[in-house]
Nanobody
Framework: QVQLQESGPGLVKPSQTLSLTCTIS??????????WSWIRQPPGKGLEWMGA???????YYSPSLKSRTSIARDTSKNQFTLQLSSVTPEDTAVYYC??????????????WGPGTQVTVSA
């Protein structure tokens, strides 16, 4: 069974770039036809899909975040990454990585990492 684990700094200063890594075990990022997504949930708000990379390496982004978001993968490490530039306190959220056969997962679909809290603060 595939498992995902997010990692990265828990605190980022405003205007800096947030960088997170999702490490995959029990499955390969290059096999099957899956989307590997980043989703976040700000405090008191709903889930927000940020973007995804598929098993072929094609990337997809939320229009509202596209100008600040970059998703990439490292097939040798079986990882994919998120970079979000020019962060503000509004980017404070729990960030999840997800594998699903849908480009935009729902909370009850796919395989989710446990999530990692990222706070943007000076």
């Amino acid at each position: 069974q595939v498992q995902l684990q997010e990692s990265g700094p828990g605190l980022v200063k405003p205007s800096q770039t947030l960088s997170l890594t999702c490490t995959i075990s029990g499955g390969s990022i290059t096999t099957g036809y899956y989307y590997w997504s980043w989703i976040r949930q700000p405090p008191g708000k709903g889930l927000e899909w940020m973007g995804a990379i598929n098993s072929l390496g094609n990337t997809y982004y939320s229009p509202s975040l596209k100008s600040r978001t970059s998703i990439a993968r490292d097939t040798s490490k079986n990882q994919f990454t998120l970079q979000l530039s020019s962060v503000t306190p509004e980017d404070t959220a729990v960030y999840y990585c997800v594998r699903d056969d849908r480009k935009v997962p729902t909370r009850d679909s796919g395989s989710w990492g446990p999530g990692t809290q990222v706070t943007v603060s000076a």
